[in-house]
């Protein structure tokens, strides 16, 4: 196998990986906000915020993936056959 068809079957896997991730991440996030404000109701206006931002951050992660898979498969993929 040359390295051109190893990027291309590699780069869906760093897709799913990255959609994973930020996936669990968010909704452990979400969970874990709504357990404290269903205890807290009076703290929600000041952890919404940081909910937000946060779940900005998670999400750029899942972008960064998809971007990988983007490089890995129609930059460097043909680049390491010699193609251009």
């Given amino acids: 196998m040359d390295y051109t068809a190893a990027a291309l079957l590699g780069a869906p896997f760093?897709?799913?990986l990255a959609g994973l991730?930020?996936?669990i991440g968010i909704?452990?996030?979400t969970a874990a906000f709504f357990n404290s404000v269903s205890r807290q109701p009076e703290i929600q206006g000041s952890?919404?915020?940081m909910l937000?931002?946060?779940m900005g951050v998670i999400e750029l992660l899942g972008l960064f993936g998809f971007v990988t898979f983007f490089l890995i498969a129609w930059k460097i993929a043909?680049?390491?056959s010699?193609?251009?």
């Fill in 78 to 80: 043909p680049a390491m």
């Fill in 27 to 29: 909704g452990l996030m």
């Fill in 82 to 84: 010699g193609g251009m």
């Fill in 21 to 23: 991730g930020p996936g």
């Fill in 52 to 54: 937000f931002v946060m």
């Fill in 14 to 16: 760093a897709v799913g």
């Fill in 47 to 49: 952890i919404q915020p």
